[in-house]
């Protein structure tokens, strides 16, 4: 394959909602420029990219696929993501490594919300971005409607660069909005138009678009808003040039056409890529960390070696590739290099170029390539690699805050090592799932990003780990503590029949302490009435009493122990019996004190369209929330509000239902109140029950 060095390359993510056409365009792509040699089929499982078995079974991408294709001397990297929300952890890779995307608009449903979400990302990420509306051949299909969509989103910063000939089973071509040509394409064929006459009955149409195109280009330069003015338009040339240097500034998004399944638009999409997507030479230098201090990395392919892995994916009977970006330096067959993140060397010894599950030996990659590595020893997703010698860490990929959780159980017993590393190895391919053990309510937790996603992971274990699980919803993670002081609790410890004898008294006063202070052991001993070295016994069993906890087997939280009175044996006093004494007066204390049940409460953030405002307050009210604020959006509102975390468990199913799908939440703990007392009772109860149970 040719050499390209990063002005000649671009890379550019596929986002939308899910079934809008990425994997079709992905496939349509590498056809089109023959890299492939036949228009692969995501409906029939024929897909180079959708390959994985899940894949075909549930007819998406689950894991995002890189591919790339080599067009006017350009080579042209591009990562096809999945339009499953539960699943966009793999945007917010995607979006670290490309300095543009596609976003896919449907033509018959327009703007859909998966599509709003993978913009939210992008945007988030200052992504450069063009609209491709795709679709066009389907029933129902309307570009007007679905221009107007975004431009009422956008204003003018929407250019429309292309025109549909017909829709629907007529749509036939495109016209070209910049040089005023039209073209024709077979359905299913290869991709490149035939030229045709612009249909007359388009002028007064081509007329308005190409005036809006005009004027959104010209607004975002002032040398060709002079121009546009002077001359009453712009040329082809100071078009195109406008259009580049507006989407890399990020401030003007081309509108393109297309029907990826059919092969139709894709030499123009291919040529707009060429021509306004910013290369991968114009990222600007991102900021490293060496040590503590920054250190800027620019794209340059003399400069030392370092590429960032976004992504790990195992194949059944191949192994593991990381997916690599490289920002500077070359990144080179054989020669070692280090994983600065884990501390480890790596050789490369196996390079590839990916296109799906399609392979192609590479021998290096330059600053601004993708390319993917197999059988590293012990790198994964988010690592830094770098030349020897070079210590510095690339910013790792910011994933979402899991939503969603549950506790999972062992459906046989003894496969606790086995489902451990199981989900560690998945956790290394999409770390946008955590697990781990909670040891204040005794739980296993995976926490996800929505319920498909749990049941994805599930899956995995089940058919690459072959074990199972049950899954039961999380218990909270509550909290004792008590509400008054009480002075003078006193407790003896004796054990002295019979063999060596035990001996231990103690008093203490016991103290509410403000909410989040912890726990404060005072050492109030006067005279020796306990012997120094015993002292700190007492707090010891305080401290293990409290990590049990006593009124329903969670820890103890906000209290002050004051260790004021005792007495010790000359024989029989030993540290055990100052442990156990320690533990029972705690106990006989924390009773006298009013003690209460807390339980988490957690911030939550809930940004929903305008129209479901008033369904979504009322909903968190009736789960004990309190709202605190509103920030009005662009027809969405987010609102802030405080609910007891035992209450949001199934949130993001009640979300999805009020405002179907559009809504979305972050959530995040803020401090611990008091359960109200009935409700307390009936916690109480069922915790004593379980911790029986769990006992026996
Ligand atoms: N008629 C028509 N169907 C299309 C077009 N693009 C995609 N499809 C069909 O829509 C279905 C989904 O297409 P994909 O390419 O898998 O969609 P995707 O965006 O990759 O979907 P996810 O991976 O789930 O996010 C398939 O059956 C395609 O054949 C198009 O332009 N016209
Ligand atoms: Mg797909």
């Known amino acids: 394959m040719k050499k390209y060095d990063a002005q000649s390359i671009r890379n550019l993510c596929f986002v939308s909602h899910g079934g809008v056409g990425k994997t079709s365009l992905a496939e349509a792509l590498c056809f089109t420029t023959k890299g492939f040699p036949r228009l692969g089929k995501t409906a029939n499982g024929t897909s180079t990219f959708d390959h994985r078995a899940d894949e075909k079974e549930r007819r998406m991408t689950i894991s995002m696929h890189p591919g790339f294709c080599e067009w006017k001397e350009t080579k042209i990297n591009f990562l096809d993501t999945p339009g499953f929300l539960d699943l966009a952890g793999d945007i917010h890779a995607a979006v670290r490594v490309v300095e543009s995307a596609v976003v896919l608009v449907d033509a018959a449903s327009g703007i859909q919300v998966g599509t709003e979400c993978a913009l939210r990302i992008v945007s988030g990420a200052n992504l450069p971005h063009l609209f491709l509306i795709n679709g066009l051949d389907k029933d129902g299909a309307d570009f007007e409607a679905a221009l107007s969509a975004l431009k009422e989103q956008f204003k003018t910063a929407i250019a429309p660069v292309h025109l549909p000939i017909g829709k629907g089973a007529g749509f036939k071509g495109i016209v070209d909005l910049i040089t005023l040509e039209a073209f024709e394409y077979a359905r299913e064929g290869s991709g490149i138009g035939q030229k045709i006459e612009v249909p007359a009955g388009l002028a007064d149409s081509i007329k308005t678009h190409r005036l809006a195109l005009m004027e959104s280009v010209a607004e975002t330069d002032e040398t060709l808003m002079n121009a546009y003015f002077d001359k009453g338009e712009l040329s082809v040339d100071e078009l195109r040039q406008g259009l580049a240097a507006g989407l890399a500034r990020n401030s003007l998004y081309p509108v393109l056409c297309a029907s990826a399944a059919l092969n139709m638009g894709t030499d123009l999409l291919l040529d707009a890529m060429v021509q306004f997507s910013p290369p991968a030479a114009s990222r600007k230098e991102i900021q490293a960390l060496e040590g503590q201090a920054q250190k800027p990395v620019a794209c340059s392919p003399a400069a030392p070696m370092t590429a960032l892995v976004f992504k790990t994916i195992s194949e059944e009977h191949i192994g593991e590739f990381n997916l690599v970006r490289v920002f500077s330096g070359r990144l080179a067959l054989g020669t070692e290099v280090q994983n600065n993140t884990r501390n480890i060397s790596e050789k490369p010894m196996n390079l590839y170029l990916l296109r799906g599950h399609d392979r192609t030996e590479a021998g290096e990659l330059v600053a601004g390539d993708i390319g993917a590595l197999l059988k590293l020893k012990g790198t994964h997703t988010s690592d830094t690699l770098a030349d020897r010698g070079q ?204 003690p209460i049940l807390l339980e988490p409460i957690v911030d939550l953030r809930v940004t929903v369209p305008d129209k479901n405002t008033g369904d979504v307050m009322g909903d968190l009210s009736s789960r004990r929330g309190k709202i605190s604020g509103m920030e009005p959006g662009v027809s969405y509102q987010t609102i802030v509000a405080k609910v007891p975390e035992a209450e949001i468990q199934n949130y993001s199913q009640a979300l999805r239902s009020i405002t179907q799908g559009r809504g979305f939440y972050t959530k995040s703990f803020s401090h611990y109140d008091p359960v109200p007392h009935e409700l307390a009772r009936k916690i109480i109860e069922a915790s004593k029950k379980e911790l029986k149970e769990e006992t026996e």
Do not use: C
């Open 391 to 594: 210590n510095l860490l690339l910013p790792p990929i910011a994933f979402p805050e899991p939503l969603v959780s549950i506790a999972i159980h062992p459906k046989t017993k003894g496969d606790e090592d086995k489902i451990g590393l199981g989900l560690a190895k998945l956790r290394e391919e999409d770390p946008s799932f955590t697990f781990k053990y909670h040891p204040d309510i005794r739980q296993e937790l995976i926490s996800a990003m929505g319920d498909v996603h749990i049941d994805m992971v599930l899956d995995n274990l089940k058919s690459r780990f072959k074990v199972e699980v049950d899954r039961t919803p999380p218990r909270i993670s509550y909290r004792e503590t008590v509400t008054r002081s009480v002075q003078y609790v006193e407790y003896a410890h004796k054990k002295q029949t019979g063999g060596a004898g035990q001996y231990a008294k103690v008093a203490i006063d016991l103290e509410p302490l403000p909410r989040g202070s912890g726990y404060e052991f005072v050492d109030k001993i006067v005279g020796g009435v306990i012997d120094q070295p015993f002292r700190p016994a007492v707090d010891k069993g305080a401290r293990a009493k409290m990590e049990t906890g006593i009124l329903a087997g969670y820890p103890i939280v906000d209290v002050r122990v004051l260790l004021v009175d005792g007495k010790t044996h000359p024989v029989d006093s030993k540290d055990i019996a100052f442990q156990i004494a320690g533990r029972e007066v705690f106990k006989l204390a924390f009773e006298k004190a009013g």
